[in-house]
Structure formats: C-alpha cells, structure tokens
C-alpha cells in the first residue's frame, strides 16, 4: 500500500513540506519563503504564481531529503491560508492578486455592518458564526465589487487558496472547499453546512454560483498529473485530496477531535481552539465559531491577527545584529534574542507591549484599528526587556483571548500548544505561568503538516477515522506545569497589557487610524 503520507502547509510568509510515516514520524521537510506586497496601508497581497513555484520546489526538496520511494507516497493533501480569496477568470486564472487574510481595505465594510448596513450584524453572526471584521472574506468581496468592478465583472469563481492550488497540483475537480475553509470567508451557513443565500445574495448582492462545492476534508479530488511530478517529484496518479485552512491542519495535527479538547497556536496566525459537539454562539459575538473539518463537529475561536508575526517583526526591524551573528555562527537568530530574553525577569521589568501590528483579532478587543505599541519604556530600557515584552505581549493576548473563552462557561479540559512559540523552552512555560494551566508541546512542531497529512491519510483509507488517526498520529512531546511564584509579576504586567489597550482605544489614539 505504501508508507507514507504528504502534507504542504502553505503558510502566509513560506511553505513547508512534510513527509509523514503512517504513525506520525517525520522523515523529511522543507521550508521555502516568498514575498507578501503591501501596495498600500493596510492591503496585504500575495501572488499565486510564487506561492505555487514555492510549494513545488518545497515538496521536490522534502522528497529528496527524506531518501524515499515517491512511490510510496499513498496521498498528499495541502494546508491554506483562511480568509484569502482571489478571483478567477472562466479558465480558471488569477485575474488579481490574491487579498491576504491580514489585508484590512475592508474596514470602512466593517463599521457599516456595525451600523446595520447590509445585514443586521446579529443576523451575520447567528448564520456564520463570525462578526463584521476585516479577516474574513466578506469584507473584501464587498471591496473589489466596489472598486475594482471591470475585475468584477470578469470574475467566474470566488476563490479561496484551496480551490487554487488545488487547481495548481492538477486535481480533476478543483473548485471544491471544506467547511472549515468555507467558515473562514464570513459567509458560509454554520448550521446548514452550506453557502449563505441571506448573506451572498440577498446582503452582498453577489452569485452564489461563483462559490466552490463544499465537501468533506480528506475527499479525493483527483491524481498527480506529470506535469505536476515533474515539478514536483511525486509520482503520476498519486492521490490528491482536500485538506483545509491552517489553522484547522494544525488543530488537526494536535489531535483537536473531542469536546473539551483545546489547541493553542502561535503562528503567523495566533489563535486557541476548543473543540464542542453541539452548535453554539458566544453571547458577546466576539468569539468565532465555525466547523471543525475532519471531526465534523466545531470550533469556538479567539484569534490574535499579527501573533509570531510580531516576533518575526522584531528581529527584523530590531536584531540586525542577531541576524549578521547568525550567519556567522549558525545560531538561529531567535534562539540568540532568547537568551536575551531569559536574562530578564517575567514582567519585562515594567515595559508593554501591545501585539496589534495588523489590528487586534476576534478575542475581547476586536479592535481593526488598534496598532502596535511599545509602553512604559525610559532611558533606562534595555534591548533585552523589548524583546522579553514582545514574547509576553504576544502570549498576553492569547491569555486574553483563553479569558473570553472561560468567561462563556466552556472549560478547557487539555491544552496543547504548537506553532513558533513552542521552539523555545522559555517561551513554553511562559505560557503555562501566564495562562496558569497545563501546556502540552506537541512530538512535532510542524502540526499543520500533520494535520493536512491525517486528512490526506484519512481520505486514501490509511485510517478508519478522524479519531484512529489522532491516536496513531498525534504525539505528546512534554508538559509544561504552570509555576506559581510567577503568577503575580504576569498578573501586573497583564493587568498593564489590558490597560495600555483601554486607555489608548478610549482616548482616540487608534481611531486616528481611521480612513477619511
């Protein structure tokens, strides 16, 4: 039958690909970079020739490094991005670049859905289980039939990444999504598992026909042409199937099927999961709630937009030097900013940081037009103490954002956590302290992978069931144990957190982010 199992996660900043044995081991992966372009404030587009030269050369590369057969390779299936879509002409090609899920030209959207335009916002969130925001979809459709409607007109498919690239890797029957990719675009009927005619038709005034069948994740789409093993050096007639947005891969990869279950992420897209069997709506409509594919049962959701992407920001405007040392000694830059880190004590000595580089997410704030922010810093502010509160300001608010979980009665039974803020020691048990719970790190860091593998897996008939291939697959690596002695220099620094974002959001300050 074969051995092994591919699964792509095709991330905002970079691709990777994973080979996968049947029990969850790693045999080989490769990371390749390409570019987000930011024409202006606030947009975020990337172009889905890159992506696709990317992913290609990603999966050639992990296939050699691995030293396997190609021909044991049983399927492979691809983790997207949520809440990107581009439009397609009637071939089926990208007319536009696509809009990054961090792209927030949709904000002027937003505060009219707030005011009742369009669709009672109430409405929007009891049908799709995600309020007026800038991430989602909805927002953007409504952007481009406005601004850019010669592009409109020509339009044939609304569609997401995983319509595309699964276009891209030659699958017979392409323009189809999961649910979960479907949640993310703000418009798809939680409850009825299909697209919204209230909100596509009768509130957007778009066709409902431009938009992908739903099926279920892992569904075989098709086989690798040769063409695509060529490129990519998988052989020809290899199973191709659904996968599903990241953050689902990675929940999936952290073995997110029962009630209770809860996953933390720290990525470029920070979030925390927590899987229920039954519908449900937070009565502030602020947490997002939406399918969990693969289980077929659900996800409440806290989002923080920016997250690691705020680390990644640091070392780049700040660590010129850690980055040229680096090179030099073959020390991975953040490891040589952790040590820095370490140096200073839980609190960062007083100095805040406020997370929200690209607004704030889905948690408590909810804020479009919240940025950024470095408070509370002296003359006699270190290096070292920045980048301490950059790493706590993240974990901050993924605190935040666990709060208004609990806040509604829903108890998280067992949190695991993966993502970039599991690579370090330091930054594990930070967040057990600061969220004063167990914290499991995950056998694999590469959960997304993992996960867009199981439903690959899943699909060829590898296992039986979401849940086999969470108990054959999904791996604790270490617990993390909440210290006490240090919940009270993080309850001040969190009370400074919250603090720094009231103020500022109640004295105007982020409202001058506003477009005139």
Same mark, same amino acid.
């Given at each position: 039958m074969?051995?092994?199992?591919v699964?792509?996660?095709e991330?905002t900043t970079?691709?990777k690909?994973c080979?996968?044995?049947f029990?969850g081991t790693?045999v080989?992966s490769d990371?390749?970079?390409?570019?987000c372009?930011?024409p202006?404030?606030?947009?975020?587009?990337q172009d889905?020739?890159?992506?696709?030269a990317?992913? $290609?050369?990603?999966?050639?590369a992990?296939?050699?490094?691995a030293?396997?057969?190609?021909?044991e390779?049983?399927?492979?299936?691809?983790?997207?991005?949520?809440?990107v879509w581009?439009p397609?002409?009637k071939?089926g090609i990208?007319?536009?670049p696509?809009?990054?899920?961090?792209?927030?030209r949709?904000?002027?959207?937003?505060d009219?859905? +707030?005011n009742g335009?369009?669709?009672?916002?109430?409405?929007?969130?009891?049908?799709?289980?995600?309020?007026?925001a800038?991430?989602?979809a909805l927002t953007?459709y409504?952007w481009?039939?406005?601004n850019e409607?010669e592009?409109f007109?020509?339009?044939?498919?609304?569609?997401?990444?995983?319509?595309y $690239?699964?276009?891209?890797f030659g699958?017979e029957?392409?323009f189809?999504?999961?649910?979960?990719t479907a949640?993310?675009t703000?418009?798809? /009927?939680?409850?009825n598992?299909c697209?919204?005619k209230?909100?596509?038709?009768?509130?957007l005034?778009l066709?409902?026909?431009k938009?992908?069948?739903?099926?279920k994740a892992?569904?075989?789409v098709?086989t690798?042409?040769?063409?695509?093993?060529e490129?990519t050096g998988?052989v020809?007639g290899t +199973?191709?199937c659904?996968?599903a947005?990241?953050?689902?891969?990675s929940t999936?990869?952290?073995?997110?099927?029962?009630e209770g279950s809860?996953?933390a992420?720290?990525?470029?897209y920070?979030?925390?999961?927590?899987a229920?069997d039954k519908s449900?709506?937070?009565p502030?409509?602020?947490?997002?709630?939406?399918?969990?594919s693969?289980?077929?049962?659900?996800t409440?959701e806290?989002?923080?937009i920016?997250s690691?992407s705020?680390?990644?920001?640091?070392?780049d405007?700040f660590? /010129?030097?850690?980055?040229a040392?680096g090179?030099v000694t073959g020390?991975?830059?953040?490891?040589l900013?952790n040590?820095?880190?370490a140096?200073?004590?839980?609190?960062?000595?007083g100095?805040?940081f406020?997370?929200?580089l690209?607004?704030a997410g889905s948690g408590?704030?909810? /804020?479009?037009?919240a940025?950024g922010?470095i408070?509370?810093?002296s003359l006699g502010?270190?290096?070292?103490?920045?980048?301490?509160?950059?790493?706590?300001?993240?974990?901050?608010?993924?605190?935040?954002n666990?709060?208004?979980i609990?806040?509604?009665?829903i108890?998280l039974?067992?949190l695991r956590?993966?993502?970039?803020?599991t +690579?370090a020691?330091l930054?594990?048990?930070?967040?057990?302290?600061?969220?004063?719970?167990p914290?499991?790190?995950?056998?694999t860091?590469?959960?997304g992978?993992l996960?867009?593998?199981?439903?690959a897996?899943?699909?060829a008939?590898?296992?039986?069931?979401?849940e086999?291939?969470?108990?054959t697959?999904v791996h604790?690596k270490?617990?993390?144990?909440p210290?006490?002695?240090n919940y009270?220099?993080?309850?001040?620094?969190?009370?400074?957190?919250?603090t720094?974002?009231?103020s500022?959001?109640?004295g105007?300050f982020?409202a001058l982010n506003?477009e005139?």
């Open positions: 074969g051995r092994y199992l699964g792509i996660d991330g970079g691709c690909t080979i996968f044995e029990d790693l080989g990371y390749r970079e390409y570019k372009y930011y202006k404030p606030g947009w975020v587009e889905g020739d890159e992506i696709t990317g992913l $290609f050369a990603s999966c050639r992990a296939i050699a490094k030293k396997i057969d190609p021909r390779i049983v399927a492979v299936a691809i983790s997207t991005q949520g809440s581009g397609l002409d071939d990208l007319i536009r696509f809009m990054g899920w961090q792209d927030a949709g904000a002027s959207y937003v009219r859905m +707030k335009e369009y669709i009672d916002p109430a409405e929007l969130y009891q049908i799709a289980g995600y309020g007026p800038t991430v989602p953007k409504l481009f039939k406005d409607p592009l007109e020509k339009t044939a498919y609304f569609a997401s990444h995983q319509e $690239f699964l276009k891209r699958a029957d392409w189809v999504t999961d649910t979960a949640s993310r703000g418009v798809f /009927d939680i409850d598992r697209w919204s209230k909100i596509i038709v009768d509130s005034g066709d409902i026909g938009f992908a069948r739903i099926v892992g569904t075989v098709g690798i042409n040769k063409y695509v093993a490129q998988l020809e +199973k191709l659904v996968g947005m990241d953050q689902n891969c999936m990869g952290g073995g997110l099927v029962k809860a996953v992420v720290i990525g470029t920070g979030s925390v999961y927590v229920m449900a709506r937070d502030n409509r602020t947490l997002i709630f939406k399918h969990n693969g289980p077929e049962n659900y409440f806290a989002a923080s920016a690691a705020s680390y990644r920001w640091y070392r405007v660590c /010129d030097l850690e980055v040392a090179k020390i991975d830059p953040y490891e900013i040590r820095q880190i140096s200073v004590g839980p609190g960062a000595n100095i805040t406020l997370p929200y690209q607004g408590p704030r909810a /804020d479009n037009y940025r922010c408070l509370n810093a502010t270190t290096k070292a103490e920045i980048a301490r509160a950059v790493m706590e300001g993240i974990t901050f608010e993924m605190r935040d666990i709060d208004s609990r806040r509604i009665g108890e039974k067992d956590i993966t993502g970039g803020g +690579k020691p930054w594990c048990q930070m967040q057990a302290d600061i969220y004063k719970q914290v499991s790190v995950l056998q860091s590469e959960t992978c996960g867009a593998a199981i439903y897996g899943v699909g008939g590898v296992y039986a069931s979401y086999e291939a969470a108990e697959a604790i270490e617990v993390y144990t210290n006490p002695a009270e220099a993080y309850d001040r620094a969190f009370e400074r957190f919250v720094g974002y009231e500022l959001a109640k105007g982020f506003k005139d």
